[in-house]
């Protein structure tokens, strides 16, 4: 998201985890705003420190979960019973609730389907990660062994960040 | 250190004595019940029956012909709603008159029906949580370490409900109640009028000697696994600071699961599936093993709570109790795809030697049965879905509410149709026997919790317990 704003930026790196996870809790305690975190892995409790909003996620998914449901319902019934319909088991009842136990699986399947890829696509979407995006990650060794603050620059955030245990520090 | 207050003793015993006044009179009173309520309702149920599966077979056979293939599942289902196992439906001689005997039996099964019911909820309540435990050692599970000593309390219960089993075993082979049909007189003896040929030959595996052993077997593994567990989780206490006897444990652990593998299968085959001889599912076992583990996943949960409420369990914190009411939400999602994969390949193979089962329960007992579906499915996952339930505890308490009353109803459904038929109901035995084992689990957990202190000293994981977080 940093790309959006184009508020000046302080950028530290570091070469620990743990020390990230005390840097951000120590430069939030100091009223310096910390706008993103970059690193290789998650980190536990980093959401947490960062203060960032609970996902919606869940919500999200949960509605691709219903929207799988119906669509299986939907299709099922046109297929099984509209268009051309089956008997299925030696029971020819050829309404969709008499055969419902045999579209269970497929109910069960697309309502996965839906929630898990929707969520992957809106989870990219929303963190600009989607095929094509702009890359947002501005030191490559970030990716590696590196971890990067980036902090709203302002007074008294260099010598802030230095004494985290930054082991670079760069302006942008 | 918890402590089992005077309070709470007299509260546990009077509950298991309220229970024992309860299933006495039950006892006393069931006989003359099923007199008055016997003859009309063979008839009614007869005609009753006969005209509803009529239909289901009749939608299943579509427009074809009433012939002579359509005799042979009708005489069956009304057998299975009946259960009266009657020899005609398997195209052998005729009995009608002298193997009416199961039918006979059911009013009188009922109070003991009733208690192995409350037997069966209650054992799975101490295996559930038996297993539970040896999986955190098998896994070497760390987050869980901290409340190791409340699940201890918990699985050493096991002991009082596999007592209770043997002596319906016992009292079965002494022929004073027919629960399992196979126990019936004659029934694998040819010159019998009882002779049922297909029950004579499962004659290998259910006769009563090999029966007694097994359930001996059972109670000699299952609570021998619960003693030792807690035996060097004591001892372990007593060991100087930072040793631990972790990897015995482990390998004590790994063993029970190893066995409990095999004897949670052949156990419900035993107790329960054999109530239903004829029949047989490939996946009953587990799905029964599904059942009383989340039933004791969710008394875990609910105790976890209770304790932490309390302030005995400081080192506990919401991340547990979560990861507690993930257990819950996820063994009832895998009892019901169990449930499901059971009755679907029934539903959909549609054969004569399956289907009794589920024809008894969707004709009788049709209420019952759809309720508990709804409690034990959607009811919890509409419940514990959301993160942030899960970590409420008005949720989990509403979820375990549903879950427990929809698991007793599952034991319910699985042993009344076949010992019982249409004879059941819900009064002095099943409420008596509900409350007698209640009782005795509340005495024993409390009794146990504060036998020791709550938080192992030596424990090789305790202290990543501690610190457990998301």
Known sequence: MAHTEHTPVVRALYLDDDVVLDAVKDLRGKGIKVKE???????????????????????????????????????????????????????????????MPAFVPIMFELTVFFAAHLMVWTFMIINKLYPGAAPQNPDPRTTDHHFMIEVAAGEGVLDALKATGAIEIAEA | MFVFTKKAKLFAMTLTLVGLVMMVIGFNTSG??????????????????????????????????????????????????????????????AHADGHGGHEDHGAANRPWSAFLVNTIFFLGIGIGTLFFLAIQYAAQAGWSAGILRVMESVALFVGIPLLGMLFLAITGNMDMHHIWHWMQDGIMDETSPNYDAIIAGKEGYLNDTFFTLRTVAYLVIWAGAAFLLRRNSLKEDALPEGQTMFFTQ??????????????????????????????????????????????????????????????????????????????????????????????????????????????????????????????????????????????????????AVFVLAGHWMDHYIMIMPGSVGYHYGFGWVEIGGFLFYAGLLLYVVQRNLAAAPLRMKNHALIHESKLFHQ
């Not at chain 2, 074809?64 to 009657?86: F, I, L, T, V």
């Open chain 1, 37 to 99: 975190v970059y690193s290789p892995f998650p980190i536990h409790g980093l959401d947490k420190a960062m203060g960032l909003k609970e996902t919606r996620i869940a919500m999200a998914a949960f509605m691709y979960g219903l929207i799988g449901l119906t669509v299986a319902i939907l299709i099922t019934s046109y297929m099984m019973n509209l268009d051309w319909p089956q008997n299925i088991g030696g029971k020819p009842s050829m309404t969709w609730g008499k055969n």
């Open chain 2, 32 to 93: 003359h019940e099923a007199e008055s309520h016997d003859a009309h309702a063979t008839e009614m149920h007869a005609t009753e029956t006969h005209a509803e599966h009529a239909e289901e077979a009749h939608v299943a056979h579509a427009e074809e012909a009433h012939d002579e293939a359509m005799d042979a599942p009708h005489a069956e289902e009304a057998e299975a709603a009946h259960a009266e196992h009657g020899a005609e439906a398997h195209g052998e001689e």
């Open chain 2, 250 to 399: 482990r390998k004590l652990a790994a063993t029970f699961i190893v066995l409990y593998a095999v004897t949670s299968s052949t156990s419900a085959w035993d107790w329960i599936m054999s109530i239903d001889t004829h029949w047989f599912s490939t996946l009953f076992g587990w799905y029964t093993f599904a059942g009383m583990f989340v039933t004791a996943l969710t008394v875990l949960n609910v105790l976890v709570m209770y304790l932490r409420v309390n302030n005995y369990l400081p080192w506990v914190n919401d991340n547990h109790q979560h990861d507690l009411g993930k257990f819950m939400f996820a063994f009832s999602v895998f009892w019901t795809y169990l449930w499901f994969s059971q009755y679907m390949l029934i539903w959909y193979s549609n054969i004569p030697e399956e289907t009794p089962y589920y024809l008894a329960r969707f004709g009788e007992y049709k209420t019952l049965f759809i309720t508990m579906l709804v409690l034990n499915f959607i009811m919890p996952v509409l419940v514990l879905m959301s993160r942030d339930s899960k970590r409420i505890m008005g949720f989990i308490l509403m979820a």
